[in-house]
């Protein structure tokens, strides 16, 4: 019924197919390539060993940028109680948007790596947190009481420092990638490791870009540049161009013909795209000087469509 469960169809008509005949081609066709990642995890790694993506991946759509949203939710929405000596406040953060953040897939990978290495103390930490959280009826919780219920651990540090300018949000970024990097060494990782390379090119530029200034910027407008690149950042993958199995955006498959197509997503609103009028032009101009409106793009689309049709034994 919802899409990513077409990722796990997709996965399950692919190894039928591979059953059948080994050796034919198949392409996953994704017009909405949001959808690449639940296609990614639904694949049977036993039915298909190898594959290739041909499309990039927003890096929007990857759970390392709801990582860095959460963080910055946290650091946010949390409230600042002047202190009468410095006059500066003192940040209590959210119970709430501390327990979501500690709850992310990324954060609870590195705690099962944590729970793999000989120091016994730190076995656990982000699950003694929540629950230390949750037996002191904490709602609001300042900095230094998060860091002391996990025993001073760097992890904590990173994530719940003040941050006062860009300057901290950049040494907290350096910190949580290089800890989170040692969780994903192994090589079944790869795509969560680009993840955090990716991420660190994108802080790194950022950083030198600030770095000369002479006024910091403040948290807001620090997250403001940084979502911009995020949203003009993509993912790039790279595979064995000539596998059996490819898994394409719609615009790749111009001119390639395959044995059988699984397409996901023809629904309306993503196959045609919707009708966007993004020209500063009006319709009845375009259409008078002959220039090309969206029927032009839904007709592309509708060529592509066919031609894909064209020489397929299979379609699903």
Same mark, same amino acid.
């Given at each position: ?21 080994p050796s034919a081609k198949v392409a996953v066709v994704l017009p909405d390539e949001t959808l690449l990642l639940p296609v990614l995890h639904g694949l049977p790694p036993d039915a298909v060993p190898e594959y290739n993506v041909t499309m990039g991946l927003n890096f929007q759509s990857t759970p390392?940028?709801? !990582? ?7 650091? +946010?929405?949390?409230?600042? /109680?002047?202190?009468?000596? %410095? &006059?500066? &406040? ?8 501390? *327990? ?31 629950? %230390? ?6 709602? #609001? ?8 219920? &996990? ?6 540090? $990173? ?20 800890? #989170?990097?040692? $969780? ?11 993840? !955090?390379?990716?991420?660190?090119? #994108? ?11 002479? @006024?910091? +910027?403040?948290?807001? *407008?620090?997250?403001?540049? !940084? ?11 790279? &595979? ?9 955006? #719609?615009? /790749? ?24 009028? *993004? *020209? ?19 007709? $592309?689309?509708?060529? @592509? ?12």
């Amino acid at each position: 019924a919802n899409a990513s469960m077409q990722g796990k169809v997709a996965g399950q008509l692919l190894a039928e197919s591979r059953r059948r005949q080994p050796s034919a081609k198949v392409a996953v066709v994704l017009p909405d390539e949001t959808l690449l990642l639940p296609v990614l995890h639904g694949l049977p790694p036993d039915a298909v060993p190898e594959y290739n993506v041909t499309m990039g991946l927003n890096f929007q759509s990857t759970p390392l940028f709801n !990582l860095v949203d959460l963080l910055f939710e946290v650091h +946010l929405t949390g409230v600042r /109680e002047g202190s009468p000596e %410095t &006059g500066y &406040g003192v940040p209590r953060y959210h119970h709430l948007a501390v *327990s979501k953040l500690l709850q992310h897939p990324f954060l609870r990978r590195y705690q099962r790596w944590l729970d793999q290495q000989p120091e016994e103390h730190h076995h656990g930490l982000l699950d003694r947190v929540c629950r %230390t959280i949750v037996q002191r009826h904490a709602v #609001l919780l300042p900095a230094e009481e998060l860091v002391e219920i &996990g025993q001073g651990h760097p992890l904590l540090e $990173a994530l719940f420092a003040t941050w006062n300018n860009c300057d901290d949000i950049i040494r907290a970024c350096y910190t949580i990638i290089d800890l #989170l990097k040692k $969780a994903y060494q192994d090589q079944h990782s790869a795509v969560e490791a680009e993840y !955090l390379y990716l991420f660190f090119t #994108l802080v790194k530029r950022l950083d030198s870009v600030f770095d000369c200034r002479e @006024q910091r +910027l403040s948290v807001r *407008s620090f997250r403001r540049f !940084l979502y911009e690149q995020m949203k003009a950042t993509r993912l790039p993958f790279s &595979g064995e161009p000539i596998a059996d199995v490819q898994v394409m955006g #719609l615009l /790749e498959t111009r001119a390639l013909d395959f044995d059988h197509l699984i397409i996901l997503s023809c629904n309306e609103n993503v196959l045609p795209a919707p009708k966007r009028h *993004s *020209s500063l032009f009006p319709y009845d101009v375009l259409t008078t000087f002959k220039l090309p409106t969206y029927a032009d793009h839904e007709a $592309a689309t509708a060529h @592509q469509f066919w031609r894909l049709l064209q020489r397929a034994r299979q379609v699903d």
